[in-house]
């Protein structure tokens, strides 16, 4: 049985930083490559980061690049995302999930490219 789980999340104030881990079981982690999401109330969820199966490759939105930085330890079966920086607009539950392919396409954005899903993790950024 596949599982993820996420956590790290917290309350912070604009300017500080958070870091978010997800770790697998059930899962042959270093074989596919894995997302981060975040979905904030009454918006739809929004893909954050990717990064291929080694790591080699990583993919942000524009609105986090320069802020956020993805990281995968294959052998530990973990993905992180740390966060500074953190702007009210960051906040929203975050998702990390398993994509079904070894890399990131090139709309890796797309919920449909992935499956296991953990529960997520709230972010709250205060002003």
């Known amino acids: 049985q596949v599982q993820v789980v996420e956590s790290g999340g917290g309350f912070v104030q604009a300017g500080q930083s958070l870091k978010l881990a997800c770790t697998v079981s059930?899962?042959?982690?270093?074989?596919?490559?894995m997302g981060w999401f975040r979905q904030a109330p009454g918006k739809e969820r929004e893909g954050v980061s990717c990064?291929?199966?080694?790591?080699?490759?990583?993919y942000y939105v524009d609105s986090v690049k320069g802020r956020f930085t993805v990281s995968r330890d294959n052998a530990k079966s973990t993905l992180s995302l740390q966060m500074n920086n953190l702007k009210p607009d960051d906040t929203a539950v975050y998702y990390c999930?398993?994509?079904?392919?070894?890399?990131?396409?090139?709309?890796?954005?797309?919920?449909?490219?992935?499956?296991?899903w953990g529960q997520g993790t709230q972010v709250t950024v205060s002003s």
């Open positions: 990064i291929d199966w080694r790591g080699e490759y990583k």
């Open positions: 059930g899962f042959s982690f270093g074989a596919q490559g």
């Open positions: 999930a398993i994509s079904k392919s070894v890399g990131c396409p090139n709309d890796w954005g797309r919920s449909s490219y992935y499956d296991h």
